[in-house]
């Protein structure tokens, strides 16, 4: 299973960006997708993950300014993030899980500035 992130850059505060993560095989084959982050020196942490049922959860952080949908024909996941804010700045990883293991996309930085 291959995972491509993309679609970070570096935004204002308030702005908003949208990530994208291409599968190489069906996103509904999986039982969870989903994005994490990771700021240097602190750990990886969910963002928000969907189920193979499509059942969406999200950290705190990214309740009601984020968004994770999925496009099941194009076998991508996306992550809409609006009002961006400083602490939203890291790389943001795609992950997949299936019976046979779990997967991560290379990373897309997000920056943010003030």
């Known amino acids: 299973v291959q995972l491509q992130a993309s679609g970070g850059g570096l935004v204002q505060a308030g702005g908003s960006l949208r990530l994208s993560c291409a599968a190489s095989?069906?996103?509904?084959?999986?039982?969870?997708m989903g994005w994490y982050r990771r700021v240097p020196g602190k750990e990886r942490e969910m963002v928000a993950v969907?189920?193979?049922?499509?059942?969406?959860n999200y950290a705190d952080a990214a309740k009601d300014r984020f968004t994770l949908s999925r496009d099941i024909s194009k076998n991508i996941i996306y992550l809409r993030m609006n009002n961006l804010k400083p602490d939203d700045s890291a790389v943001y990883y795609c992950?997949?899980?299936?019976?046979?293991?779990?997967?991560w996309g290379q990373g897309t930085l997000v920056t943010v500035s003030s």
């Open positions: 992950n997949a899980q299936n019976q046979r293991g779990e997967y």
């Open positions: 095989e069906s996103t509904f084959r999986f039982n969870n």
């Open positions: 969907i189920s193979q049922l499509g059942r969406t």
